[in-house]
């Protein structure tokens, strides 16, 4: 059974920066595509950057020019740079990956979040 463990969240000044870490158990190799997205109270969970096994990045509008994905195979690690935070990025950050089995199809996984709070 694959595992997220994210880290990284807390409270960061509007204007300053963040970086979000995901590790993935047993390895990152086995999945095609991980994501990153946020909850904030009242809203519902939305996607905020994914990135394909062939680095394909791609980003909601809000955070294009600010937050960053990447990946380091060799740490099994996802991240999220996040720069120039608004008050409007907090929230509850979940890193999700997917894997695909030839006899068995998409399996979909979430971590367990971390939280990030913006001051300003």
């Known amino acids: 059974q694959a595992q997220l463990r994210e880290s990284g969240g807390g409270l960061v000044e509007a204007g300053g920066s963040l970086t979000l870490s995901c590790v993935a158990s047993p390895t990152i190799y086995i999945f095609h595509l991980m994501s990153w997205h946020r909850e904030a109270p009242g809203k519902r969970r939305e996607l905020v950057a994914s990135l394909t096994s062939g680095e394909r990045a791609n980003y909601t509008d809000s955070v294009k020019g600010r937050f960053t994905i990447s990946r380091d195979d060799a740490k099994n690690t996802l991240y999220l740079e996040m720069n120039n935070v608004k008050p409007e990025d907090a929230g509850v950050y979940y890193c999700?990956?997917?894997?695909?089995?030839?006899?068995?199809?998409?399996?979909?996984?979430w971590g367990q979040g971390t939280q990030v709070t913006v001051s300003s």
């Open positions: 999700n990956a997917d894997q695909y089995i030839l006899s068995l199809g998409h399996r979909n996984y």
